[in-house]
């Protein structure tokens, strides 16, 4: 069962989750900023290394146009900060243990996967402005290009 896809105009979900550190961080806390919110399958694969690259090697342009990064997967913090060390990220990234965020972001659902249907993460990013409105909700985005594509799309060099 596929939940519900958010729409450009929704106000995103509130969410209090655990970072790489294990200390709590509510999407409340960036209000008055923008956020890139993006979900994705598991650290340390090859795909979400590639993604989470792309934000690391764009964060200053990012940052520049006031977007804080907030990466979020199913993966437990320790692990999280394992990915953070291995590949210097710069951003947060959030635990999701039992998939009740990627569930009200509509990220977790049916999926091809090799041909069969799977149940499981919607490789997903959220535009987020200040007030905590989405203005850019994207479903299964590819891994490699993403970022430079939404950098395109929001008008960021």
């Given amino acids: 069962?596929?939940?519900?896809?958010?729409?450009?105009?929704?106000?995103?979900?509130?969410?209090?989750?655990?970072?790489?550190d294990g200390k709590s961080v509510s999407l409340a806390d960036f209000r008055g900023g923008k956020v890139l919110l993006y979900f994705y399958p598991a650290a340390m694969t090859p795909g979400c290394t590639t993604?989470?690259?792309?934000?690391r090697d764009s964060i200053a342009s990012l940052s520049g146009a006031g977007y804080t990064v907030l990466g979020v997967s199913r993966d437990e913090p320790a692990k999280l900060a394992e990915f953070r060390?291995?590949?210097?990220?710069?951003?947060?990234?959030?635990?999701?243990?039992?998939a009740a965020v990627h569930r009200a972001y509509g990220a977790w659902g049916e999926k091809m996967n090799?041909?069969?249907?799977v149940e499981g993460v919607i490789r997903s990013t959220f535009v987020l402005d200040e007030q905590g409105t989405i203005t850019r909700a994207l479903y299964n985005v590819k891994a490699t290009g993403h970022v430079a594509r939404l950098r395109r799309e929001l008008g960021i060099d």
Avoid: H, I, N, W
């Fill in 85 to 98: 060390d291995r590949d210097a990220l710069t951003f947060g990234l959030l635990s999701d243990p039992d």
């Fill in 51 to 55: 993604e989470a690259c792309d934000f």
């Fill in 114 to 117: 090799y041909g069969k249907v």
């Fill in 1 to 20: 069962m596929t939940d519900t896809r958010l729409e450009p105009g929704t106000p995103a979900p509130d969410f209090t989750l655990q970072d790489q």
